[in-house]
């Protein structure tokens, strides 16, 4: 079965880093988005294909987060520059890939991971 696990997350003061992980397991598809949301799952982060290692962000995180992969089984997103207004729980989530766009909409993503907290302090 598929399975997402999140770490990393945590509590740092603004302006520190962050780097989340989401352990992938169990997808048969041959090519998946993998994305990150936060805020109840309800606001796109970031997503990156696994067949080209393209990516996608949303405005809020563009120029300070980075998603990245690891021969597929990994995704990490870099959280810099962090602000108060970042703090959430962050999940990462898998869709097969279907498309050459990327989809921000969570009810298109078919797997969710549990998530991991991170808090920004003033």
């Known amino acids: 079965q598929v399975q997402l696990i999140e770490s990393g997350g945590g509590l740092v003061q603004t302006g520190e880093s962050l780097r989340l992980s989401c352990a992938v397991s169990?997808?048969?598809?041959?090519?998946?988005?993998v994305a990150w949301f936060r805020r109840d799952r309800r606001e796109f982060v970031a997503a990156i294909k696994t067949?080209?290692?393209?990516t996608d962000y949303s405005d809020s995180v563009k120029g300070r987060f980075t998603i990245s992969g690891d021969a597929r089984d990994t995704v990490y997103l870099q959280m810099n520059s962090l602000k108060p207004e970042d703090t959430a729980t962050y999940y990462c989530?898998?869709?097969?890939?279907?498309?050459?766009?990327?989809?921000?909409?969570?009810?298109?993503?078919?797997?969710w991971g549990q998530g991991t907290q991170v808090t920004v302090s003033t």
């Open positions: 067949d080209s290692d393209v």
């Open positions: 169990g997808v048969t598809w041959r090519d998946y988005d």
């Open positions: 989530a898998v869709r097969n890939q279907d498309f050459s766009g990327f989809v921000v909409w969570p009810e298109e993503y078919e797997y």
